[in-house]
Structure formats: structure tokens, C-alpha cells
């Protein structure tokens, strides 16, 4: 028997990940490319008939897997769920930075995004480095670590300077599906979260602590899991994936378009409202966020109720160091002390709607 090759394997794979029944998004047209690629990858190698002989069998075989697919109604946590076209937009690279992105740095596009999973802990294999993981439909693999115990010697960071920073690569369709499949095949579903929730509990296989959350349609599900290798997979994808889970894999900036703006009162003190916080910035920043902030009706936390823009959350900025408010702690955690009394904190909002939070 001979070795399948690469292009064989990404479509076993591919095969393989749709096997556990779990909720799926389908791109038929990378599936007619995958068949389309194979057909090119023998023209030269194959008399004519032979030719057409094969790329009538292969293009059947992906019809009746995405028949297969397409036909059936999938189940999570009890809830139905139908097969949904994915959106994969060009990506805009940015190095990666922390703090706020440089100016003229485009953010992540789309805005939104639909959440496949989510993951945060405190990894074994990176000696309980904190590393958080978000995937979305459209192909986006969001991530950050927090570079504590062996974390910059994570190998997802391949030849970049290890970083705090937000990172942003790009799956191809493929790539979702290896990935999403990993993580069902070790889950179990607990019942409903929300996003933002801190799902973290202790002892669970791979971590310290951690928890996972899997996006289903308009639900966000909190989950466990059961493989204690799940979390070092989840670290570095690239150790496993094949070439053709990619679209970008290169180590960029997540460019976020908007910052939650938060607020809340030191512990230990008189107690304060939102309000009475607000009165206590300097005027010229009031004046940013009376302007140009967006309340929110269901805020990720209670004391991040509001969002502005990048720019925005620069002018912000610009305006509290001109007004001598100094950073809490690292100056590019974008927290500022409100003198004596509380904490202004600028987080980015992650396509789902959740923040990334300067916590670990």
C-alpha cells in the first residue's frame, strides 16, 4: 500500500473531524478546491481518460461527504443545530503590539464573529503559564499568554519575540474544523454560560485551573473536558496541524475596533457610583467619553458599561496623560488610577463580545 499524500490527508482529516456529530460549519467551496487541487496535483502525471476519470471519483467523494453533512441535523447539549456558510475575509496585518495598536492600524475584520470556543488556564506543559484561546467561525485564532512560569517558551510563537501581546492568525475552513473537532471530541457539555462568564474551576485535566466555553448558534455552552493533552494541543496548534489548516500563520496583532471602557471604586472606600467616578477624571477626558462612548444594554461586566473606538480609547488616553494620571502598574495594561478613589481601565472587545482581560 502506498503513503497517502499530503492532499489525501487534509481530506481525511477533514473526514475524520466531521465523524464526532458535533455542530459544524461547511464551506463548500474550499471543499470543491480541496478536489479541485487534487485533480492538478496528477494532470501531468496521468493519460487523459485516466484524468477525467479521477476528478469525476474525487469531486463524487466530496459531494457525498457534503451530502452526508448538509443532511444531518447535529446535536450539542440537546440543542439542534444547522450547518452555516463560514465568512473568511482578508486579513490586515499588524505586528504585534500591547498597549493600544500603532496609529493607521486597521482592526480585525469582521467586527463580529461566531464563537466556536473558548479556552483559558493555567497550562501544565507551559509551567502554569496563563494562556486564553479564542476561535471563531470566520477563521480567526485569537490568543494570549501571559508569560509566566515557561511561557515564552511556547513553540506557537515560532521565530517571534515571545509577547503579552493579543495575537491574531487566520484558519483556513479545514483548520476550524480540525480544531473544533479536537475539542469536541474531549468535551462535556455542562449547560448554558454567557459570554465573559469565568468558567475556571480547579484540578481539570492539562491545568492548574482553567474552563472552556463552546459557541453554539446563540448560545455560549460551558464545558469540561476529558484528554489532559488538550490544553498543550490547544498551546500550540501549529505542532499538529497540517499546512493546509492555514490561511496566515503568522504570529500578528489582534487589532480590536473597539475597547470596553471600565470603571470601578478601590476596595476599602466610601462607596461611589458610576457617576461620581466620572466626575473624578479630568475634564478634557469626560469630555471624550460624554462624547463619544456607546452605553451598553447588557454589559460583558457590570463595571464595563460602555465602549468607544480605538481612536477613541487613544484620545482617552492622550488626554489623561496630558492631565498627569499615571498607568496602574504596566503602562501598556491601559489602567489608570482615579486619584485615590478608583480604576479606569481600557479592555479589548474580542469579536464575540467578550474582553481579554489583564488578569492570569
Known amino acids: 500500500m502506498t503513503n497517502p499524500s499530503p492532499h489525501e490527508s487534509q481530506v481525511a482529516a477533514l473526514i475524520s473531524a ?37 476528478r469525476l471519483g474525487f469531486a463524487l467523494l466530496i459531494l ?19 450547518p452555516a456558510a463560514l465568512e473568511f475575509a482578508e486579513r490586515s496585518f499588524a505586528e504585534p503590539f500591547t498597549g493600544l495598536p ?30 486564553r484561546v479564542w476561535l471563531y467561525a470566520d477563521g480567526r ?52 454560560a454567557r459570554v465573559g462568564q469565568d468558567l475556571s474551576k480547579w484540578d481539570r485535566p492539562g491545568v ?20 489532559p493533552r488538550l490544553p498543550e494541543r490547544l498551546a500550540d496548534p501549529g505542532s499538529w496541524l497540517p499546512a493546509g489548516a492555514w490561511t496566515d500563520q503568522r504570529v500578528g496583532g489582534f487589532v480590536p475596533a473597539r475597547y470596553y471602557m471600565c470603571l470601578w471604586q478601590l476596595d476599602g472606600e466610601p462607596s461611589l457610583t458610576r457617576s461620581e467616578l466620572m466626575e473624578l477624571l479630568p475634564q478634557r477626558t469626560k469630555d471624550v467619553i460624554d462624547s463619544r462612548s ?11 458599561a460602555e ?6 480609547a487613544r484620545a482617552i488616553v492622550e488626554t489623561l496623560q496630558v492631565a498627569g494620571v499615571r498607568p496602574e502598574g504596566d503602562v501598556d495594561a491601559l489602567r489608570y488610577s482615579i486619584p485615590m478613589r478608583g480604576i479606569l481601565e481600557l479592555l479589548p472587545v474580542l469579536p464575540d463580545g467578550d474582553s481579554v482581560c489583564n488578569c492570569g
Open 307 to 312: 465602549t468607544v473606538s480605538t481612536e477613541d
Open 294 to 304: 456607546t452605553p451598553l444594554a447588557d454589559p460583558v461586566r457590570a463595571d464595563c
Open 208 to 227: 492548574l485551573w482553567g474552563g472552556l466555553a463552546i459557541g453554539a448558534g446563540d448560545q455560549v455552552l460551558a464545558a469540561t473536558w476529558s484528554d
Open 141 to 192: 485564532l485569537i490568543w494570549k499568554s501571559n508569560l509566566e512560569g515557561s511561557g515564552r517558551e511556547n513553540p506557537a510563537f515560532g521565530s517571534n519575540e515571545p509577547t503579552t501581546a493579543v495575537i491574531e492568525q487566520r484558519l483556513s475552513p479545514l483548520g476550524v474544523e480540525l480544531l473544533r473537532s479536537e475539542v469536541m471530541a474531549a468535551a462535556h457539555i455542562l449547560g448554558p
Open 64 to 82: 457525498a461527504l457534503l451530502v452526508t453533512i448538509v443532511g444531518t441535523v447535529l446535536m450539542v447539549g440537546g440543542r439542534p443545530l444547522q
Open 18 to 54: 466531521y465523524a464526532d456529530r458535533a455542530p459544524i460549519d461547511v464551506d463548500p467551496v474550499a471543499m470543491t478546491h480541496l478536489a479541485a487541487g487534487r485533480s492538478r496535483d496528477r494532470a501531468t502525471a496521468l493519460p487523459g481518460f485516466r484524468l477525467a476519470s479521477l
Open 102 to 131: 500603532g496609529a493607521g492600524a486597521m482592526p480585525s475584520t469582521p467586527e463580529t464573529g461566531e464563537l466556536v470556543f473558548s479556552f483559558g488556564g493555567r497550562v501544565d506543559s507551559l509551567g502554569l503559564d496563563f494562556l
